[in-house]
């Protein structure tokens, strides 16, 4: 969950992501669309799903893997998030780097490349910390402390050299330049897209709901149809705008209240059904709409 997402917002997700699946058997077992519901908010959808594919994976292997290779093997688990499952639960000598390892290498080393291009050589001269008889003794402390030192002491602005346990030993300190560190590529502009949503409610609360292609922009999530479903009094209930991580979102929202909607279609309940926030965001739209005419 921490992937591409914030701690504050993780949080209450993580809390209710526990309580109904206390453990790994528990998430195995339920159904992907289950899973995605309560996953709805986070972004980054194909987390949740390789998330379960994972869990039924380890279900029936009877535990997770005690190697690098075998964590490497699972779906949606990386070099990050395996050398970190595997220094702090199965201690061994591996470093997962992090923004915060990312950043503490770069200014001991000095390594002026900017990021991205320079991520694999910052990560590779990271491994030289691994020489240290602390990060032999004990690797998930060690990460554990490294994660801690780029958050709280050799922070992205400002860091705070002068209380720094490894200022001595620091080149990029030597030189002047650790608030430089790491540099960073100018960013290429964002692009922007347009599109539709079709709100479709009926009398009862109900809106009429397709299912997103399981790969790809919000895979596998329910969604407002792009294109009228049926023919209706459509009418303009306005225009939400929504970020994604590489590009900008318009969306022109339009809405249609029906009696009842066709006969076997998909829907749910309109104020609580679990959407992508995009999604949310399109169908609030449209409900304020009726609010605003009435």
């Given at each position: 969950?921490?992937?591409?997402?914030?701690?504050?917002?993780v949080?209450?997700?993580?809390?209710?992501?526990?309580?109904?699946?206390?453990?790994?058997?528990?998430?195995?077992?339920?159904?992907?669309?289950?899973?995605?519901?309560?996953?709805?908010?986070?972004?980054?959808?194909?987390?949740?799903?390789?998330?379960?594919?994972?869990?039924?994976?380890?279900?029936?292997?009877?535990?997770?893997?005690?190697?690098?290779?075998?964590?490497?093997?699972?779906?949606?688990?990386?070099?990050?998030?395996?050398?970190?499952?595997?220094?702090?639960?199965?201690?061994?000598?591996?470093l997962?780097?992090?923004?915060?390892?990312?950043?503490?290498?770069?200014?001991?080393?000095?390594?002026?490349?900017?990021i991205?291009?320079?991520?694999?050589?910052?990560?590779?001269?990271?491994?030289?910390f691994?020489?240290?008889?602390?990060?032999?003794?004990?690797?998930?402390?060690?990460?554990?402390?490294?994660?801690?030192?780029?958050?709280?002491?050799?922070t992205?602005?400002?860091?705070?050299?002068?209380?720094?346990?490894?200022?001595?030993?620091?080149?990029?300190?030597?030189?002047?330049?650790?608030?430089?560190?790491?540099?960073?590529?100018?960013?290429?502009?964002?692009?922007?897209?347009?599109?539709?949503?079709?709100?479709?409610?009926?009398?009862?609360?109900?809106?009429?709901?397709t299912?997103?292609?399981?790969s790809?922009?919000?895979?596998?999530?329910?969604?407002?149809?792009?294109?009228?479903?049926?023919?209706?009094?459509?009418?303009?209930?306005?225009?939400?705008?929504?970020?994604?991580?590489?590009?900008?979102?318009?969306?022109?929202?339009?809405?249609?209240?029906?009696?009842?909607?066709?006969?076997?279609?998909?829907?749910?309940?309109?104020?609580t059904?679990?959407?992508?926030?995009?999604?949310?965001?399109?169908?609030?739209?449209?409900?304020?709409?009726?609010?605003d005419c009435?």
């Amino acid at each position: 969950m921490l992937q591409q997402t914030v701690v504050a917002t993780v949080i209450p997700y993580y809390a209710k992501f526990l309580a109904v699946y206390p453990k790994i058997n528990d998430l195995a077992a339920a159904p992907l669309d289950e899973v995605l519901g309560l996953w709805a908010g986070l972004g980054y959808y194909a987390r949740a799903r390789n998330l379960h594919a994972c869990a039924k994976l380890v279900a029936a292997l009877g535990g997770f893997p005690d190697t690098i290779e075998g964590l490497r093997a699972l779906p949606g688990i990386g070099p990050y998030t395996a050398n970190a499952i595997g220094a702090i639960a199965f201690n061994l000598p591996v470093l997962p780097v992090d923004g915060n390892i990312e950043r503490v290498a770069a200014r001991i080393f000095a390594i002026t490349a900017p990021i991205p291009a320079a991520k694999l050589k910052i990560a590779s001269t990271a491994v030289r910390f691994m020489q240290d008889k602390a990060a032999i003794a004990a690797p998930g402390d060690f990460a554990q402390a490294l994660f801690d030192l780029g958050a709280t002491i050799c922070t992205p602005r400002n860091p705070a050299c002068a209380a720094c346990p490894w200022r001595g030993c620091c080149q990029a300190h030597d030189l002047g330049i650790a608030a430089t560190l790491p540099a960073r590529a100018k960013k290429a502009q964002r692009p922007h897209r347009t599109g539709s949503a079709y709100v479709l409610l009926d009398k009862s609360g109900n809106v009429f709901l397709t299912r997103r292609p399981p790969s790809g922009l919000l895979g596998g999530m329910l969604a407002l149809p792009d294109v009228a479903p049926i023919e209706a009094k459509w009418r303009d209930a306005g225009e939400i705008q929504h970020m994604f991580t590489h590009f900008s979102l318009s969306l022109q929202v339009r809405l249609a209240v029906v009696t009842t909607l066709p006969p076997g279609v998909l829907a749910a309940p309109a104020k609580t059904v679990p959407l992508p926030s995009v999604m949310r965001k399109a169908l609030d739209a449209g409900l304020n709409s009726i609010d605003d005419c009435a």
